[in-house]
């Protein structure tokens, strides 16, 4: 599959087959995260793959949906911000450099025919509880990682670039 044909196809999975993810995929699609660019290239990230039923049980406290820990695999996008690049007016990019990296995650998914589902909205404080993340680190985004148990046909309910973009002036 080309990169297009995957950003074009891939779609949120909310249903899991209980199929087991092969150690040579699932390191693949590591790989893909960790090939990512950062700025500076300082890497700031980590990422936790999370196999053990009951620390996936636990991670229902950060996030209570139960096709959520139907996958076989859950993976942790984390930050260490004191690694990361500060521009020079403050701004912080280590939440930019993890979720690009989560992206590469996500599309190399898709294309060992594996479906994700980027997670935003969880209680960080019980998340890096259940996973005993330390006090410096951050939690970025969380993913199931399986086989899909539904389809799903190819993203279309996006805005029009006659919408999105402008030339040359805002
Ligand atoms: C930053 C971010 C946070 C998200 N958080 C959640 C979430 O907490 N729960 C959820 O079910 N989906 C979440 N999603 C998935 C979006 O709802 C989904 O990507 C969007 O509706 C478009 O659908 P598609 O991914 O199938 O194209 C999130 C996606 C992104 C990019």
Redesign the pocket.
């Given at each position: 599959m080309g990169v297009f044909e995957a950003i074009k196809t891939?779609?949120?999975i909310?249903r899991y087959k209980e199929d087991l993810i092969d150690e040579e995929t699932l390191r693949k699609v590591l790989e893909a995260a960790r090939l990512a660019p950062s700025a500076a290239n300082r890497q700031p990230w980590r990422f936790i793959v999370v196999t053990d039923p009951i620390v996936k049980r636990s991670l229902r406290k950060a996030y209570d949906k139960e096709w959520f820990t139907s996958a076989p695999v859950i993976v942790v996008a984390c930050a260490v911000p004191e690694e990361a690049w500060v521009r020079r007016d403050g701004e912080e990019y280590w939440k930019v450099d993890v979720s690009i990296a989560m992206q590469n995650l996500v599309l190399a998914a898709w294309d060992e025919g594996l479906g994700t589902?980027?997670?935003?909205?969880?209680d960080e404080n019980e998340a890096k509880q259940a996973l005993g993340v330390p006090p410096n680190v951050r939690i970025v985004?969380m993913t199931p990682l399986g086989y899909p148990a539904e389809t799903?046909g190819p993203?279309s309910n996006r805005k029009p670039l006659s919408e999105i973009v402008h030339y040359n002036h805002w």
């Open positions: 891939r779609r949120s909310r589902c980027w997670i935003g909205a969880f985004a799903k993203v």
